[in-house]
């Protein structure tokens, strides 16, 4: 699933191509908005909330986006072939110079403006907010405290403490915490791993190529995510996998048993 940074750098690029013009053309290709008409309106702001995405347009709509696991926004110039088949594009918004196309979004719903908290308002701080402030962190590390029994991993993913984190930032932030992802909440220090959610997400918010190490070379962009053939990329011991979560709320997490302490399933 798309992550915080991402779907922030989505919301730049949606920005640049379409913030301050005119839609000439839309396409909705969603059965909830198959008749819904946009044309002649403005886009006058892009918005983004950890892992949601709100187009915003004159008249005081806004279209409120959430990409699962697999969709995309891409923008093209006026013309240019799409870089993914068109069976796939559930939105299509056009201008004279430039056109965006949702792929594979099937999350959207076309609201009032001022109704956007219906998405958002129960969410915890956002960590790719440009106006994230010391009240903020004090916010999320508080949240984080008041799960004490729970597992790490667990609680980094619950977008109620913090805004933005996936399974690629859960499984690298307990990496650099020094604990498995098992490890109860009570055990680590709060305040600092809502520091470093913050400071990787952010480092990562306009890039396309994520490191969470500060490698931008293939191989070395990540400590333990996805290494059990390449080893901890600190030690260079085994890396091992173990799904966290129940039902549909399961995850693969990894973690290096050398470098961090704490309880993991046998």
Known sequence: MPEGDTVFLTGER????????TLTRTDFRHPALATRDLRGHEVTAVRTVGKHLFLRFSGSLSLH?????????????????????GHHARVVLTHPTAEAVGFRVHDLALLPTAEESRFVGHLGPDLCSPDW????????AEALRARPGAELGEALLDQRVMAGIGNVYKTEICFLLRVTPWTAVAGIDAERA??????????NARRS?????G???PGRRAWVY??????CLRCGGPVRVASQ????????TWYCPRCQSGPAPE
């Open 14 to 21: 949606l920005r640049r191509a379409l913030a301050g013009h």
């Open 65 to 85: 986006s959430h990409l699962m696991m697999d969709g995309s926004w891409r923008t093209f110039r006026r013309g240019q072939r799409w870089s993914m088949p």
């Open 133 to 140: 402030t010391a009240l903020d962190a004090a916010t999320a």
């Open 194 to 203: 809502v520091d470093l959610a913050r400071r990787l997400l952010v480092a």
């Open 209 to 213: 190529r994520r490191s969470t190490t």
């Open 215 to 217: 490698y931008d070379v």
């Open 226 to 231: 996805e290494r059990t053939r390449q080893g």
């Open 245 to 252: 979560g129940e039902g549909t709320w399961a995850r693969p």
